[in-house]
């Protein structure tokens, strides 16, 4: 967690920000970002929804309606690039890359669920793919305020890559505040915890700012690879806090962003991340118009 606070103190609209709030010692970069979500970003961007909703004829929760659209027939189409190389990169970065914070995400960890605590693995496991497919979507498809999708290895791979290289990040979700509209930040944490299970959190700010890296996340999303090499096929499946203050909707428009950030597919889109992760030039501005881009 410690490398997300430089990151705050080094981007360029962070550092106003601290120096005009300097005189208040409790002030965190938190703070300072939340003031500035709500005081300078959301009328800026605020005239540009408006600009977009007026040239094509709705009004802005009709815009947003179209990211509904999409969250509900999107199918991910990922450039990968050859597992086996990413994996032989990987392997070589683990040997550098010792620690990221209190706790060395790349060791396993338990307890945590693997894929045979959703399904009987030694059963699936000989089925065609399109079955485990719809038995997976069957597993969740009536439980309360659950998450899921399939993907298959070879588009995975990029996003395995990039997240083991920039394991922390922050996406925004539109929200109204007093009546107008502005974006909420989310805080994103991969973790690899064991060989073949990776958790990617979110966690408001709100909670980081009040407990740092012991921060509950208000959403989960588990990727299994069980059945990566012999199906060819990655099961995610999740959950989103019901009292955590995100419709489902929402829930599922951050999904959609973080595959669209890290799936290597967007260079522009990744180029952030990385600068988020590198602490060089990361913007909010551009953060929020890459988020809210189709």
Known sequence: MMIIRHQLLKSRNYRVLLRF???NANNSPIDDLRKQISENIREKYLSKLQEKAKAEGLSINELRDKFKDQINKVKSELDAIDPNEQIRKIKEEKAIVKDRGKIDKTKDQAPYKTLDDFVALDKVKDLPKDEISKIWSARFINKERALHAVTDNYQFAQIYANAFRYPNFLLPIPKKHEGKEG???QFIQWSFVGPLTIHCMFTTLAEYKLHNEYAKPHTTLTFHQELAKDKDIVLMNGLSEKDCGLTMQEAQFLVIN???????????????VKSFNLGEGFNV??????????
């Open 21 to 23: 709030n300097s005189s």
């Open 183 to 185: 974006f909420e930040l």
């Open 258 to 272: 973080l595959q669209r950030f890290y799936s290597g597919k967007e260079p522009e889109k990744l180029a952030i």
């Open 285 to 294: 501005d551009d953060l929020i118009a890459q988020s809210m881009s189709s």
